[in-house]
């Protein structure tokens, strides 16, 4: 159901179809002031919206909202609304933080830094032929992890991988300096920051920068046997470039949570390739509930005059 649209804040849904109902829902019990506005509402209603909540928008899908002041993201990666050519210039976008969304990835970090430490996949097979396995491995002080990306999530993971003791290193855009993480800045440290890197966790935005970056000269500088956990971007991995470093062993084992094409396709070489990972870019999800509370506290702002937190520089790309 569309609302009529006299004096009401409305909130164009260029979400995900069949979860509309599911955040009509959550905005009704969380800010009942807001109303969404679907894809099936009239131009007039459609032109009346002062934001937006989108993923993937189609392409000009965004135009037709006249009066729009602020697009939020549904998540934390805002790719999939910049690949929309004709997207309002001149209208903020924000990016998703919240608490749900970052503690998901910490999880989600942490048990395949933990998988990829431990190799548990050795005492998987192990019971499965059921083998009493002798397996070591180093103690985490010994182990070197690189976190790739030191913003919101990957400043929380690295964090919470501090707390397990890991030889920690973070790499970033700009600099930055964390307590117990050898911190590495730009393009010029690269090499520097993977010297040495067993396993290295890429929560890198999708950018003109990022796009592609995990492939052969990446892989390279890595030491043989590698771990490569992707929680970025699809885009970000040169996919045949990651199959050849597996075979030749430069990467060890990997784990991909995102893809070029998603779902990944069933004849996909991924599915069959040993110690490679798959998990089905569910890492982590926004929270409808806590992102309603954070949209309807930055509109709150927005309509008082205040600035609206965590907005995406078009020029950067994140
Ligand atoms: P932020 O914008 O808070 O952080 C991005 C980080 O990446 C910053 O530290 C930034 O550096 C760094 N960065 C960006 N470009 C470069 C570059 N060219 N070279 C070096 N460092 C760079 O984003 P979030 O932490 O909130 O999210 C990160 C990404 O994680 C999202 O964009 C999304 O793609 C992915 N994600 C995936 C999910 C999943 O389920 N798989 C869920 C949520 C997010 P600086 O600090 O210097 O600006
Ligand atoms: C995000 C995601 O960017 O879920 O939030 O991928």
Partial sequence: MNPTTDGETLLYFAGIGERTE?????????APEIIIVDRDATPEQKAACQYALAWKPRP?????LSKLQAIFGLGAGVDGILADNSLPSDVPLIRMVESGLTQGMVEYCLWQVLYHHRRFW????????HHWLEQYYPAPWDRTVGVMGLGEIGHAVATQLMSFKFKLRGWSRTAKVIDGVSCFVSLDSLPAFLNGCEIVLCLLPLTA???GFLNADFFA???????????????????????????????????????????LPPEHPFWRQERLFITPHNASFTDPRAAAQAIHRQISDHRSGLPLQHVVDRTRGY
């Fill in 122 to 129: 050795e005492t998987e097979a192990a019971q499965r032929q």
């Fill in 60 to 64: 000009g899908e965004l135009t037709a």
């Fill in 221 to 263: 500088h890595l030491p043989m046997g590698a771990a490569l956990i992707n929680a970025g971007r699809g885009a970000q991995l040169n996919e045949a470039d990651l199959l050849a470093a597996m075979r030749f062993g430069r990467i060890g084992s990997a784990t991909l949570d995102v893809f070029q094409t998603e779902p």
């Fill in 22 to 30: 599911t955040w009509r829902q959550v905005f009704q019990d969380v």
């Fill in 209 to 211: 920068e990022t796009r």
